[in-house]
């Protein structure tokens, strides 16, 4: 056992740092981030420079076919490139739902002219890529959705409202999940567009967080015509195509967010006096730190052992199933602790050093519970596609969508 | 990266996994249980068949030489049957002592004996009520005579030689050694006592002037020990990860044929999200196992901090996997007949042989703050 690369994997790292080294700047510690606010212009505007030469020295989408701006290379060397990216001052995140989810979910059901058309700005960082999905009364239970999409003519008619969609204000496209035939049972009147963000009738407003930021939005539909070319997959079929795009989603590989972890707290605890000396000594605080420290590398280890099946050229157990599970209520329950430590000075934003690191965990943790599957969902899916039990009743199956309710 | 085991070892687990399925079924842990026997003489001699005690025994003490990783295997599979063996006794504890601490004379004595199953080697370090501290081991050792009585002692009575934990005269952590004493002498009394788990039989030790010798320097016992524990903290740690996925998957099979308000139980989020919690804290488990067992072959620096954090996580993984067992089981799971008891008691028995939860959590984070001043 090792966490060694292999010699073909240790090669392509030292290419990647040296191209890295001679195009970005080098973080001075783990921590540091390039990030400061999602919806800085400026941010963008650099995001978008980034990608464009990450795209042109052909690392954007190291898995992706060559015709389509990739090296066709394992899902390892996507991972390696992106361990040693986290290790340098750029800007991150605007590209990760369209190159990851939506541009697949293209690859799978548009024609080759739109691909022709669409795949090369999205991966240059030309345009930017959105996923409509959740909606104001569906959220767990996705195929619930009431946005319309009607004939009219040879294309469509959109009306409805959709909620939760990151990144919608600053995107040039999406695709789109809408209800075609609400006269049958929910999974099967579903029907998936893609469409530009500048069509008429399209009209984002960001939400802000409890958190603060605006990082997602509400995005309403009034009368938004779109051809039927912009279709994906057969009328009927969108449940079909939003699971391609979810697949997708559980293909990304997880890496560590280099927030405020053990070291952080070890460190509040260190240097905050309890009645019994510091904090660090009290057994409670112990134990805690404890159980912390063994679910960060639980956590750390379990994706290395996802890597290896990479490494090996091999399907990934579903071992990294736990990821979020432990580490959403980690994050919430940490910042807490970490809080309490501070005693009632950790109500305040200031003073305290790492306050403001633990606060935004107890209040980041609160949102990272829910968002891409909540706690309770991922443990339903724990239960049904790893330990096989069966999947709940579905009063709703069978039922055409309109009659729903009304039972 | 290479955070798995190799195709050869896993065939070794697969080996000993079908050994056991076929040999050592819960019957036979039943029997034990209910039974006065020490332990399950036709497993554990098959077992050793298999080669089982030798594996990590060098070849020039008759052992098969193989590495750390081979033997964490094995312990999963010993773990996964609860099988009623003195494995965590002898081919842990006692070999592992041998191998860290003792002499050439010693290891050639008892190396080769504990490889062909001639011997059963076992730990006493407990003495009644308190957890053993090195200013409360009374049992004394001085003039190669041993005095004193060890309480609980795994296998106690099946074992023809004990490493036992006495005092040697020294100050503070230095007042105590290890001291290695063949147990088939008229000076030693062995008494069997019960515990929550009659499976894994518990004997007290009396030793009144037995012929003793040291283990390993005079005073280093308790740093030998802490040693000693790291090691075995691996091992049970696989082993604790084969229970918690055993009691996990017959929680499973029952909560997916027993119907209640007109469907299976398994179908209930209740149920289902209680399962899911063992599958978490099981892989949590076993990615630290993996990480102590890597450490544990290399001779790796992180050992102390990786062999602190598989304890834990196993421990905590096997408690609850076995309780929520009987739980999704329902009244049936409460009675003698059902099978989830072993796990139940088991589990309970591995978490305190080391030491518990609480002081292992004590020891991480004080290693956690040598790391970090280092």
């Known amino acids: 056992m090792d966490f060694n690369d292999t010699p073909e994997e240790a090669a392509f790292r030292k290419e990647v740092r040296a191209w890295l080294d001679a195009n970005a700047t080098r973080k001075s510690d783990d921590k540091q981030s390039f ?131 990151s990144g919608a204000h600053y995107s040039d496209y999406g695709i789109i999940i809408t209800r075609t035939d609400p006269s049958v049972p929910k999974h099967q009147g579903l029907t998936m567009f893609f469409l530009s963000m500048k069509t008429p009738g399209v ?43 979810l697949m997708n989603e559980r293909l990304a590989v997880g890496l560590p967010s280099g927030g405020l972890d053990v070291d952080e707290l070890m460190e509040l605890a260190r240097d905050t006096d309890l009645e019994d000396g510091p904090a660090i000594k009290n057994q409670q605080v112990r134990g805690r730190i404890a159980d912390w420290y063994v679910q960060q590398q639980g956590l750390k280890l379990t994706r290395y052992r996802t890597l290896t099946a990479l ?67 991922l443990r339903n899916i724990v239960a049904e596609r790893v330990l096989g039990l069966p999947a709940d009743i579905r009063v709703d199956k069978d039922v055409p969508f309109n009659k729903l309710g009304k039972m | 990266m290479n955070f798995d085991f190799s195709d050869d070892q896993k065939l070794l687990k697969e080996q000993v996994r079908k050994f056991l399925a076929d040999k050592c079924p819960t019957k036979v842990v039943r029997r034990v249980l209910d039974g006065n026997e020490a332990f399950a003489d036709e497993v554990w001699k098959g077992l050793v068949e298999l080669g089982v005690p030798a594996t990590g025994i060098p070849e020039a003490y008759g052992g098969l030489g193989l590495s750390p990783l081979e033997l964490c295997v094995v312990a999963e599979e010993i773990g996964r049957a609860a099988a009623p063996v003195p494995f965590d006794s ?64 795994i296998d106690g009575d ?34 069997r006592v019960e515990t929550i788990d009659p499976a894994r039989k518990h004997a007290e030790l009396s030793f009144d002037g037995a012929s003793a010798e040291l283990l390993g320097a005079e005073g280093e016992g308790w740093r030998l020990l802490e040693r000693l524990y790291d090691a075995a903290a691996v091992y049970f740690a696989f082993a604790q990860v084969g229970g918690a996925e055993a009691a996990m998957w017959m929680a499973r099979d029952y909560a997916l044929q027993r119907q209640a308000f007109g469907r299976a139980i398994g179908s209930y989020q209740a149920i289902k999200h209680k399962l899911a919690d063992c599958y978490v804290k099981l892989e949590l488990a076993r990615s630290n196992a993996y990480y102590g067992a890597m450490m544990l072959t290399d001779g790796g620096a992180d050992l102390p901090l990786a062999a602190a954090a598989a304890r834990i996580a196993a421990t905590e993984a096997y408690d609850f996997a076995a309780k929520e067992n009987i739980q999704t089981h329902g009244g049936i799971g409460f009675t003698w007949e059902a099978d989830t008891q072993f796990h139940y008691r088991r589990a309970r028995v591995m978490a305190l042989s080391l030491g518990g939860p609480m002081a292992w959590k004590d020891k991480l984070v004080t290693r956690l703050e040598q790391k970090n001043a280092a």
């Open chain 2, 90 to 153: 002898s081919v842990v504890l006692a070999t592992e002592a041998l191998k860290l601490a003792g002499s050439e004379a010693q290891k050639k004595k008892w190396l080769p004996e504990l490889a062909a199953g001639k011997a059963i080697g076992t730990l006493a370090v407990a003495e009644g009520a308190q957890p053993p501290r090195p200013r409360n081991i009374r049992t004394m050792f001085g003039g190669g005579k041993l005095n004193g009585k060890k309480v609980p002692v």
């Open chain 2, 158 to 191: 099946a074992a023809t030689f004990a490493i036992v934990l006495a005092n040697t005269g020294g100050q503070g952590d230095r007042a105590v050694s290890l001291v290695l004493v063949d147990l088939a002498q008229s000076s030693v009394k062995k008494r």
């Open chain 1, 203 to 245: 009209e984002v407003r960001p939400i802000k967080q409890m958190s603060g930021g605006a990082n997602f939005n509400e995005v309403f539909f009034t009368n938004v015509r779109i051809p039927d070319s912009q279709r994906l997959g057969k009328v009927g079929e969108g449940w079909k195509a939003a699971l391609t795009t």
């Open chain 1, 311 to 377: 490494s090996k050229g091999q399907t990934p157990g579903p071992e990294s199933s736990i990821i979020k599970i432990v580490a959403a209520p980690k994050m919430q329950d940490m910042g807490a602790f970490a809080m309490e430590l501070m005693g009632p000075a950790g109500v305040m934003k200031e003073e305290v050093p790492h306050a403001g690191g633990f606060q935004a965990q107890w209040i980041g943790g609160a949102g990272f519970r829910i968002a891409g599957g909540t706690d309770e969902i």
């Open chain 1, 35 to 165: 990030r400061a606010r999602n919806d800085d212009p400026n941010l963008l505007k650099k995001a978008k420079e980034w990608q464009a030469k990450k795209a042109a020295a052909g690392y954007a989408r190291l898995t992706w076919p060559k015709e389509f701006g990739g090296r066709g290379a394992s899902p390892i060397l996507q991972v390696i490139y992106q361990q040693e990216e986290a290790n340098y001052l750029v800007p991150l995140g605007f590209f990760d739902i369209g190159l990851g989810m939506c541009i697949p979910t293209m690859m799978a059901y548009a024609s080759p002219e739109h691909l022709k058309r669409y795949v090369k700005p999205a991966l240059h960082g030309e345009e930017i890529w959105c996923q409509l999905f959740s909606e104001p009364a569906a959220g767990s239970d996705v195929a619930g959705i009431r946005t319309r999409a009607e004939r009219d003519g040879d294309g469509w008619v959109i009306n409805g409202q959709k909620v939760w969609t």
